[in-house]
């Protein structure tokens, strides 16, 4: 079984610019997860989609960051314009539901480096 | 606010030794089931193994155990006979029981000597 693909691995931008970040779940998992672990702490959520819908964006910074999940596979996570303190590592995660005991399985992450 | 704290940064066992990892968490809620991740390296995270706050059983898995004291809120993680490819960072994660949302504490980073 394939697992969660994420792309690109690493990248550079400067600050005020924008990048983009992709992430292909596992195949048949309704649920998908972006999450920003920045050096030195855990991951904390960004958003958390059910198929194509929204469950938990509250902790996403709206005023710059914004995902989609079209037709409930593929995501996009954009940030725009890029600030110093997003560089961090963007983990995508999927699972076939959502709460109690399930697991997440989560992507190699998207190391952003914002200069 | 549920908050999740590893109170240490780094810990080193020498292979075939055991090792326990601390976790302590605050929670008000009663439903809640707790995790540890293992992130190699390369980044993968992937799950070591969890608990179901409702059983009292202590989980188990290979290697793997925890012991598990709900008064206290205390979640730590016991790997024996301690292998090479056990080094990585080790975060302790909750979650309510109603909720998908994982949150994580800051890691334990296990260096694996010989």
């Known amino acids: 079984e394939a697992g969660v693909a994420q792309s690109p691995r690493y990248k550079i931008i400067e600050k005020r610019q924008s990048v983009a970040f992709w992430c292909n779940p596992i195949?048949?998992?309704?649920?998908l997860y972006w999450y920003q672990q920045i050096l030195g702490q855990g991951p904390k959520l960004l958003i958390q989609?059910?198929?194509?819908?929204?469950?938990?964006d509250s902790q996403l910074p709206k005023d710059r960051f914004s995902a989609e999940r079209l037709k409930g596979v593929d995501s996009t996570l954009k940030i725009q314009p890029a600030k110093l303190e997003d560089s961090a590592v963007y983990l995508c995660?999927?699972?076939?539901?959502?709460?109690?005991?399930?697991?997440?399985?989560f992507g190699p992450g998207t190391r952003l480096t914002v200069l | 606010a549920q908050t999740v704290t590893q109170s240490q940064p780094e810990m080193s066992v020498q292979e075939a030794e055991t090792v326990t990892l601390s976790c302590t968490y605050d929670?008000?809620?009663?439903?809640?089931?707790l995790f540890w991740y293992k992130q190699p390296p390369s980044r993968q995270m992937i799950l070591v193994i969890r608990?179901?706050?409702?059983?009292?059983q202590n989980a188990t898995e290979n290697r793997f155990s925890v012991n598990f004291q709900k008064a206290a809120k205390s979640f730590s993680l016991k790997i024996s006979d301690s292998q090479l490819g056990d080094a990585a960072m080790y975060f302790c994660?909750?979650?309510?029981?109603?909720?998908?949302?994982?949150?994580f504490g800051t890691g334990t980073r296990l260096q694996v000597t010989l």
């Open positions: 608990q179901e706050a409702y059983k009292q």
């Open positions: 195949s048949g998992h309704a649920t």
């Open positions: 929670t008000s809620e009663s439903d809640y089931y």
């Open positions: 989609f059910q198929n194509n819908g929204v469950v938990d």
């Open positions: 995660a999927s699972s076939p539901d959502w709460g109690g005991r399930v697991e997440q399985f």
């Open positions: 994660a909750y979650r309510i029981g109603t909720a998908s949302k994982l949150t």
